[in-house]
Nanobody
């Protein structure tokens, strides 16, 4: 079991930047894939960015390409999401999670549990 603690979310103005973090503890496998997910009110939670633990692979949903950057610090067991050029449509609760493959990351039913998430609110 992996324990996940997301942090760093806050209120920001449109066009601003924010860096959110996911600190993991417990059973961690370094060869796993990690993802950031978000859930806006009335919408399903879905993956928005993926990284493998070595950092050699990353992927993003189209709306995030060129704006957001996923990264990790293996020494700190932490995954980050650097968010630039934020707009109100980015407002959501952001979560992280880990799985053994990209298909599992993309399938929300893969995950038994989630952290509390961190709220990102972008004002217009």
């Amino acid at each position: 079991q992996v324990q996940l603690v997301e942090s760093g979310g806050r209120l920001v103005q449109a066009g601003g930047s924010l860096n959110i973090s996911c600190e993991a503890s417990g059973r961690i496998f370094r060869n796993y894939y990690w993802g950031w997910f978000r859930q806006a009110p009335g919408k399903e939670r879905g993956v928005v960015a993926i990284i493998n633990w070595t950092g050699e692979y990353t992927d993003y949903i189209d709306s995030m390409k060129g704006r957001f950057t996923i990264s990790r610090d293996s020494a700190k067991n932490t995954v980050y999401l650097r968010m630039n050029s934020l707009n109100p449509e980015d407002t959501a609760i952001y979560y992280c999670n880990t799985a053994t493959s990209i298909p599992d990351i993309r399938n929300a039913e893969t995950f038994r549990s989630w952290g509390q998430g961190t709220q990102v609110t972008v004002s217009s």
